[in-house]
């Protein structure tokens, strides 16, 4: 049996790249996982598929996130195939915005709905369905320790907002025996990187010289990282916030 047996989970927005990565990891190793989309359907429908070949259990889960009731309706739906939760990850979010001298109100108070204050109520309203020894963990990123790429400013911001969250949030939990953490990815391979990996001359060499380990990051690199932290061998680490940049911040 996997170590996740008997155990729930909630990905947002594991229709595909990271989350995808992370939901298809929890459920090799037997948890029931909720599916959470907002908008790609067919796409968390071939996550779902991909976790049941592998002998897994899931459920997809649509509501757009960043809209007002979006954590109520998220959580109706999640009512309506499962009685409890044990491990919430945060990980949906809007991965890049305009420049500081180009972005307006509206991307400003988009990127935010859907990165940090879409999080911040799903736990809110979901505290009751979190069972004791739970985990949550938030998807933050590199960018929230480094200026590297400061024409991605707001999008940094909200990462760094998600880890007071993610911290403050460890000493509400606690006592729950709940733990709570961040793990900050580097540069990953996924669709929402494609156009500078492979769309820009050299992108990928560039990527994979700011590692210390000298690649670029692969989904199963984070969704390691998450697996043990919400396992139970990751028990005493809460509060944290975790480089899995691959030495990307060295």
Do not use: C
Request: no cysteine; aromatic share 6%.
């Amino acid at each position: 049996m996997g170590v996740f047996a008997g155990r729930t989970a909630l990905v947002t927005g594991a229709s595909r790249g990271i989350g995808r990565g992370i939901a298809e990891r929890l459920g090799r190793d037997g948890a029931r996982v909720a599916v959470h989309y907002g908008s790609n359907g067919a796409a968390a429908k071939e996550t779902v598929a991909a976790i049941e070949s592998a002998g897994g259990s899931a459920f997809a889960i649509g509501v757009e996130l960043g809209r007002p009731g979006d954590a109520e309706a998220l959580w109706e739906e999640f009512d309506r195939h499962a009685d409890g939760l044990d491990i919430l990850v945060n990980n949906a979010g809007i991965g890049s915005t305009r420049p500081i001298g180009e972005i307006g109100d509206e991307e400003y108070d988009r990127v935010f709905a859907v990165n940090v204050k879409a999080p911040f109520f799903i736990v809110r309203q979901g505290i009751g369905r979190l069972r004791d020894g739970g985990r949550v963990i938030n998807v933050s990123s590199g960018l929230a320790r480094t200026a590297v790429m400061p024409d991605n400013m707001a999008y940094a911001m909200t990462k760094g907002a998600l880890d007071v969250f993610s911290r403050d949030l460890s000493k509400v939990l606690g006592p729950r025996g709940i733990t709570v953490n961040s793990v900050a990815p580097g540069i990953i391979d996924t669709d929402n990187t494609y156009g500078l990996l492979h769309g820009t001359a050299g992108g990928w060499e560039q990527a994979a010289a700011i590692s210390a380990l000298g690649r670029v990051g692969e989904t199963a690199d984070v969704a390691d990282v998450v697996a043990f932290l919400a396992s139970d061998a990751g028990r005493w680490v809460t509060g944290s916030w975790v480089d899995a940049t691959g030495g990307s911040l060295t």
